[in-house]
């Protein structure tokens, strides 16, 4: 089926600034609270919420098969699980309702009060009820970076690290939307040159740069999803921050990994921006040397080109650009993660997020945490305010925005922000 929705020529008759993340032609989804505390799934073009909810109970989605109410429902997990078909027909329809030439919501303004909120009226709430959430660490440049300063810097890369994009089960329970505040975690450190751990706030509060995809539900227990199938069971993507509490990791991760100091909060973009809208965007992976197993073979243009750029906003202060990477600088691919995680007959159900791992480039510029960025705080960054900062201080809020662009078209994923409140008081407890 065509996806007319991404017609690049086409304009919508709501008004879209410029530079929006949000034309005619992203249509993401997401999930809304209206002032009249209802809550809806919705999409948005420009700086309007559309509750769609309002506009199928007015017909306008007739002719595509959709049970009453699966948008008066607060998560997408059932459209989601409605299958591809569903969501090109449901973004096609959209497009049409919203197009310049189609005046036919357009002129009814009493259907219009009840479908269109502005944007600022309504809170976002997080789109998905998350079953299952793995986190990868598909980024070379991350995985050398992260090799290189905490074990060898002549073998920074583990042998399996080009053979398998390593990743593990994550929890779910914590993951927050954007504009959520995050806790300073607390927890057991062991101080440099100590004999005992000590217990208290993190010190090295930290975050990384991730995208994230969501699934539909792919596959029956004990099946695998192959890989030239994986994408069609990838609803979309969101900006992730896997907050990440590095003190805490260096004690706790040997040997069975990360715990305590990733489970305190992940915070993800509220709309859900569809594999079919980041279609024009698609670009060639980088070379893997050596050839993948043949499951994991991927061909094609098998990544996106999705800026992603992180600021600091300290308190009462102008924010500061801390770093500009891509998506495109994965050398894993999303099929290939999915593939890997499913090729032992691993379920795979509708909601379940799926990290990137952190994105980092070549360049310096280009890392994706406080812990490569200021290389583990001997190299300080200095803000706008001239305070510096090695890693998060509390008041502190991050600021993460990704989006695509080409000739005609800019798609963006808006905003994903945690603002950092300091640890909760011990001593009263
Ligand atoms: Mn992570």
């Known amino acids: 089926m065509k996806i007319t929705a991404n017609n690049p020529n086409r304009k919508s008759w709501l008004d879209v600034e410029k530079d929006s993340d949000f034309p005619i032609q992203n249509i993401p989804f997401g999930v809304f609270l209206t002032k009249d505390d209802i809550t809806t799934i919705g999409t948005r073009i420009g700086n309007y919420a559309i509750d769609l909810a309002a506009l199928q109970q007015l017909g306008y989605f007739e002719g595509i098969p959709l049970t009453y109410d699966i948008f008066m429902q607060d998560s997408l997990n059932d459209f989601i699980a409605d299958g591809r078909t569903t969501w090109r027909l449901v ?138 199938e994986a994408r069609n069971h ?31 909060a992940s915070t993800i973009s509220a709309w859900i921006v569809t594999l079919d809208a980041l279609e024009p965007f698609k670009v060639a992976g980088p070379e893997q040397d050596p050839q993948p197993l043949p499951y994991l073979q991927d061909f094609g243009l098998t990544s996106y080109d999705i800026v992603i750029q992180t600021s600091i906003k300290p308190k009462k202060e102008d924010e500061t650009i801390i770093s500009n990477t891509n998506f495109k600088n994965l050398y894993w691919s999303i099929s290939q993660q999915l593939a890997h995680q499913t090729v032992n007959g691993c379920n795979v159900r509708s909601g379940d997020l799926y990290g990137s791992g952190t994105i980092s480039g070549k360049e310096k510029t280009s890392y994706g945490s406080m812990l490569e960025l200021t290389w583990k705080g001997t190299e300080p960054i200095k803000m706008s305010d001239g305070s510096e900062r090695k890693f998060i201080h509390d008041g502190d809020t991050v600021i993460m925005r990704g989006y695509c662009k080409n000739e005609q078209v800019r798609i963006g994923f808006g905003e994903c922000i945690g603002k950092v409140k300091k640890a909760r008081k011990l001593d009263a407890e």
Not at 238 to 263: H, M
């Open 234 to 264: 990838i609803f979309g993507m969101v900006l992730l921050n896997d907050w990440s509490a590095r003190d805490i990791q260096k004690w706790e991760y040997v040997p069975l990994g990360p715990f305590l100091a990733k489970n305190f």
């Open 91 to 228: 973004r096609n329809r959209i497009a049409d309702i919203f197009d310049k030439e189609n005046s036919k919501l357009k002129k009814n303004k009493a259907e219009r009060e009840v479908v269109i909120f502005n944007i600022d009226d309504i809170e976002m709430l997080l789109p998905v009820v998350i079953g299952d959430y793995t986190d990868f660490y598909s980024s070379k440049d991350h995985a050398t970076n992260v090799g290189t300063m905490f074990r060898d810097p002549e073998n920074a890369l583990l042998p399996n690290w080009v053979h398998i994009p390593v990743g593990y089960h994550g929890r779910s329970s914590s993951i927050v939307v954007s504009g959520t505040k995050i806790r300073r975690p607390v927890g057991q450190t062991m101080p440099q040159g100590a004999t005992q751990p000590v217990f208290g706030p993190c010190k090295l509060l930290d975050f990384e740069v991730e995208m994230g995809f969501i699934t539909t539900d792919a596959n029956k227990l004990g099946k695998a999803v192959p890989i030239e």
